[in-house]
């Protein structure tokens, strides 16, 4: 990762140093180096299926939900909602 933020600091000093058409080209090839450069650090990604698998288990009194969740997926309390769509009365 060192030698790659050193290649990028090298390419940047090239570009301001240039300031002709071969700067515009310089510019133009460290976007495209820098899209590569990010695109094979980008992580998986995965379908809302295989992110989120839930499940419920109905015991006496109540129901208990878990959520199975896929490495590196998080889920915050305060965005979890529980929604009782049917009955609409409780026991």
């Known amino acids: 990762m060192t030698n790659i933020l050193e290649y990028t600091n090298i390419l940047i000093r090239m570009l ?3 300031k002709t058409k071969q700067g515009i080209i310089m510019k133009k090839l460290f ?3 820098s899209i590569v ?3 094979f650090g980008a992580k998986d990604f995965v379908s809302p299926d295989v992110a ?3 499940s419920a288990e109905i015991k006496q009194n109540s129901i208990d939900i878990k959520l199975s969740l896929y490495k590196h997926i998080y889920v915050y ?4 909602k529980v929604l009782i769509t049917k009955p609409k009365k409780l026991i």
Do not use: A, Q
């Open 16 to 18: 301001i140093s240039f």
């Open 31 to 33: 976007l495209l180096l």
């Open 37 to 39: 450069i990010y695109s």
């Open 52 to 54: 989120i698998k839930p």
């Open 77 to 80: 309390d305060k965005k979890l």
